[in-house]
């Protein structure tokens, strides 16, 4: 089975910074892409930030020059800066996972961390 544990949201005022991670672990062969993802209330899911086994990025137009995208191994952060009250809401980190070199691979998904831009 695969975990992925994020930590690291809070309430930050307007202009403030915040760093979230997530860990993956549990039964894992190879990881290839890892990302962020967010849902305000209302809104569908959104794509944040995303970073390959190569390292390569790709960021919202929307979060571009404020977020930071990065890996150690099984765990990816994201560095929130400069952050906004349009930045508000739950912070989903995904992963792309083969549990058995005989197995494919699979999205997995952590449970959710709130981010609220409030002063």
């Known amino acids: 089975q695969v975990q992925l544990v994020e930590s690291g949201g809070g309430l930050v005022q307007p202009g403030g910074s915040l760093r979230l991670s997530c860990a993956a672990s549990?039964?894992?062969?190879?990881?290839?892409?890892m990302g962020w993802y967010r849902q305000a209330p209302g809104n569908q899911r959104e794509l944040v930030a995303t970073i390959t086994r190569a390292g390569i990025t790709n960021y919202a137009d929307s979060v571009k020059g404020r977020f930071t995208i990065s890996r150690d191994k099984n765990t990816v952060y994201l560095q929130m800066n400069s952050l906004k009250p349009e930045d508000t809401a739950v912070y989903y980190c995904?992963?792309?996972?083969?549990?058995?070199?005989?197995?494919?691979?699979?999205?997995?998904w952590g449970q959710g961390t709130q981010v609220t831009v409030s002063s």
């Open positions: 995904n992963a792309n996972i083969k549990e058995r070199s005989w197995s494919r691979f699979r999205d997995y």
């Open positions: 549990g039964s894992i062969f190879s990881i290839n892409a």
